[in-house]
């Protein structure tokens, strides 16, 4: 038998984070939902799923960017005794290449992976430090999208002598609204004082063929990634979503420069959310739209770390020029 696992109460379930985040996304028009909430223990696998996809060149490129220019990279983070944060860490498994850079450089070195997974990190943390010697890694579960302050006392501490790099890699910046992606730029800069570092990975602007097929591979495996969402939310509030009746859609937004992600209902249809008291009714071909993938130019980049506080050093391409990764240093 299966363990019953109780819903919470409708004060409970408004309050808590997906509860708001599914009442506000689903209550309205045009429906969305937050990014976020792809990333359970599921959406995290098919995510690492999907950057071993033949369509999804995103990993590779950046890949390709690290392994040949990581020792550099870490050169650029300055003098002092470096430490490496990283946003939205996963299984860490491109981090790696830098991780062994700073302990060419200095011996060892402490990592401190932030991410809202804490399975990911824990897997992370026994394979990087079973893999590497001198590195210890530093869990620290958290959606920093809301912010860092939750995590404030575990980073305010700053070691005497030691110089901060963040890595905000994987182009998760272009998951934003350019006002909130400047504001978690602003929210690292306030972790860092002059001369630390950001190292920010950002893919480009590119062919709209290439870019639609990275996000609607033919395996399937992004359009499970997506519905997903609907199962955590079946989970973790009761709902009666049926996978069945919803597709997977990836489309190019030519003015806003960004590939959106959606999951249009293939039928009218109601669904009931016991956990909110909520009914959501849906017409045939509506969608609900659960994430923007912005592609960016070198000078809209290097503007949104300016506006952050923010000096761009150095900056580095895939040999297809498809991702860009610019070291920033705070200023």
Same mark, same amino acid.
């Given at each position: ?56 060149? =995103? ?26 944060y990283e946003l939205g860490a996963g299984s ?23 991410? =809202? ?5 824990e897997e992370a943390k026994q394979r990087l ?201 705070? =200023?």
């Amino acid at each position: 038998m299966h363990a019953f696992t109780p819903l919470p109460s409708l004060s409970e379930a408004a309050q808590s984070p997906i509860g708001a985040e599914v009442l506000r996304g689903l209550s309205g028009r045009p429906r969305s939902l937050s990014p976020w909430l792809f990333y359970d223990d599921e959406g995290s696998r098919l995510f690492e799923a999907i950057t071993e996809l033949p369509e999804y060149y =995103v990993t590779r490129a950046e890949r390709e960017i690290l392994t040949s220019h990581a020792d550099e990279i870490i050169a650029g983070a300055g003098s002092g005794d470096l430490t490496i944060y990283e946003l939205g860490a996963g299984s860490g498994s491109k981090t790696g290449l830098l991780l062994e850079a700073a302990i060419r450089r200095q011996g060892s070195i402490t990592y401190r992976a932030l991410d =809202v997974s804490k399975s990911a990190l824990e897997e992370a943390k026994q394979r990087l430090e079973a893999a590497i010697t001198g590195l210890t890694v530093e869990p620290i579960v958290s959606d920093y999208t809301d912010g860092l302050s939750n995590v404030a006392g575990q980073l305010n501490h700053r070691k005497s002598g030691e110089r901060r790099m963040f890595l905000y890699i994987g182009s998760s910046i272009g998951n934003f609204e350019l006002p909130h992606a400047l504001q978690i730029l602003r929210d690292v800069r306030a972790q860092l004082i002059p001369g630390d570092s950001l190292l920010l990975g950002a893919d480009l602007v590119k062919d709209r063929q290439i870019l639609l097929r990275a996000y609607d591979d033919a395996a399937g495996v992004t359009a499970a990634f997506n519905k997903n969402v609907l199962t955590r939310i079946n989970r973790e509030l009761g709902s009666n979503f049926n996978l069945q009746l919803f597709r997977h859609r990836a489309k190019w937004n030519e003015e806003l420069s960004r590939i959106e992600m959606h999951l249009e209902s293939l039928i009218t249809q109601i669904v009931f959310i016991p956990a909110l008291d909520l009914q959501v009714r849906l017409a045939r071909a509506e969608t609900i739209h659960t994430e923007n993938s912005h592609k960016f130019t070198d000078q809209q980049v290097e503007s949104l770390l300016h506006r952050a506080g923010f000096s761009v050093a150095k900056q580095w391409k895939d040999d297809l020029g498809w991702f860009g990764e610019y070291l920033a240093v705070a =200023v």
